[in-house]
């Protein structure tokens, strides 16, 4: 309920700070050449975000193919342990455990690798692809000679633009034309 609380104050503050922007902006530069772009749609139709979302999940399905063989061959082991533990003198049971529960704790110890491995991925992910953008749109608006470009988010920080400033789409064309080397 408090993280609750707090999103909602972050994203007002954030709404906030972002019209009082603007309009000290606009009553600065009235004569502004001033666009926006829809972050959300940008980066989800943007091929370099496209191809390292997909690298990244065949990166996740190997990893999640290695967690899933070691969960069964541990299993395969407890098997096999309950099934030949009566017959086991009681030095050969504890020697048994004693494997399984090291084994257990292996498994558990590369599970907090992996996840820790994926976070890192991810934002290494994320933040190269955010970095190719954030250079296309600096170099996008010096040419086409923006004083500022607004990245709207889907937290609403763009209350109200007209009809025309939206330039995602023409954005979204020339970043995937410089990313295909064309």
Known sequence: MLKSRQNIFQISFNS????ALAGLLYLQWNDAKLAYVDSAQLLSKY??????RNSFQEKS???????DTLEAELWSEQQKFEQEEEQMTVKERKLSQ????TKRQ??????????EKVKQEDSKMTTQVVEQVNTYLKDYGQKKGYRIIIAATEFGNLAYAEEGLDITEEVLKGLNKIYAGL
């Open 98 to 101: 004693k494997l399984l529960l």
């Open 47 to 52: 091929q370099g975000m496209i191809d390292a």
């Open 106 to 115: 292996q498994l558990s110890d590369y599970l907090k690798a992996i996840q």
């Open 16 to 19: 906030m700070v972002t019209i």
């Open 61 to 67: 399905a190997l990893w999640q193919s290695n967690v």
